[in-house]
């Protein structure tokens, strides 16, 4: 099986900053695409950024010059660096990985459980 734990969530002032991570675990092989999507209250689910394995990015007009994500393949690892945060900021917040699990199988994706990101005065 794969896991996806994400840290780094929490309360911010808007203006402020905060890093997410997310770290892949298991029967990993290779991991192709990975992403940060964000769900505020009532409203769907969004992407708000990916990044592939060769260091690709692509953000969601809302976020861009202000997030940045980065990952590290050794560590099958993914970033959310959240600088000058926003009142729309405030969602959860979820990592997502392509995963090959066994060699020259299909990628599959995976999903972290959630992270808290709250920006209030």
């Known amino acids: 099986q794969v896991q996806l734990v994400e840290s780094g969530g929490g309360l911010v002032q808007p203006g402020g900053s905060l890093r997410l991570s997310c770290a892949a675990s298991?029967?990993?092989?290779?991991?192709?695409?990975m992403a940060w999507y964000r769900q505020a209250p009532g409203k769907q689910r969004e992407l708000a950024a990916t990044?592939?394995?060769?260091?690709?990015?692509n953000y969601t007009d809302s976020v861009k010059g202000r997030f940045t994500i980065t990952r590290d393949n050794a560590k099958n690892t993914v970033y959310l660096q959240m600088n000058s945060l926003k009142l729309e900021d405030t969602a959860v917040y979820y990592c997502?990985?392509?995963?090959?699990?066994?060699?020259?199988?299909?990628?599959?994706?995976?999903w972290g459980q959630g992270t808290q990101v709250t920006v209030s005065s």
């Open positions: 298991g029967s990993i092989v290779s991991i192709r695409a």
């Open positions: 997502s990985a392509d995963v090959q699990r066994v060699v020259a199988g299909v990628y599959r994706r995976y």
């Open positions: 990044i592939t394995s060769g260091g690709t990015t």
